[in-house]
């Protein structure tokens, strides 16, 4: 029943410590693991303070790689996937283990509360990521896009090789519903870091469009 936290990282010095920290207090858990993909700061060094263990990417080659990374690092059988910048609010990850570790479900993704007015863009990539996994499995959730999740080994795996950049959540989802596995979205209180609208957020907005369609077309 080991549980190991996968955290992909890249140049999360200031939120890393508290979110391992709260990831460490998490009932159940066995292991945390960042992933730190080629940060140019000091990630690695201060993931390691806080506890955890800490595996090493030359260089920046995006979340899907980090993610491999950390699965092949580990032979939990289950495990729970983290953003680094959750910082304190990782302690919410509990809502979303037991219902996996119970066998009530194979991955729960978290829902984030909805905060009107907050961030930027018009939902244009949810929306599309929502709909293509609808037409691809017959089922609609919430939240596609959601990075935050328990789930068993085997759904993981059975995505791999996972989508690339903003297309992962995509692809995990169609694999693991494709493939039988039940999932189940929670409510949770977790709060992180949102993309605003200037151009920055834009871009950010322009390369999530273009990962999600990528990995939508691979399901066609």
Request: charged share 20%; proline share 4%; aromatic share 4%.
């Amino acid at each position: 029943m080991s549980l190991c936290v996968l955290i992909p990282a890249y140049n999360e010095a200031d939120r890393i410590a508290e979110t391992v920290t709260a990831a460490r207090a998490l009932e159940g858990v066995s292991e945390v693991l960042v992933i730190d993909d080629g940060s140019r700061d000091s990630t690695a060094a201060v993931a390691e303070q806080a506890g955890a263990r800490v595996l090493r990417q030359p260089q920046n080659q995006g979340k899907a790689a980090a993610l491999t990374t950390g699965f092949h690092g580990t032979d939990a059988a289950f495990l729970l996937l983290l953003d680094a910048d959750l910082g304190a609010t990782a302690r919410e990850a509990t809502v979303l283990i037991s219902p996996v570790l119970s066998g009530e479900t194979d991955m729960t993704i978290a829902l984030f509360p909805v905060i009107p007015g907050r961030g930027g863009g018009m939902g244009l990539v949810v929306r599309l990521a929502r709909s293509g996994v609808a037409r691809a499995t017959g089922k609609t959730l919430q939240a596609p896009l959601s990075g935050q999740r328990c789930l068993r080994r085997e759904v993981l795996q059975s995505a791999l090789p996972l989508a690339s950049g903003f297309g992962i959540e995509t692809g995990l989802n169609i694999a693991a519903l494709r493939a039988g596995f039940r999932l189940l979205e929670v409510p949770t209180t977790m709060d992180h870091r949102v993309t605003q609208n200037d151009w920055r957020g834009k871009l950010h907005r322009a390369r999530q469009l273009r990962d999600v369609a990528k990995a939508l077309l691979k399901w066609r």
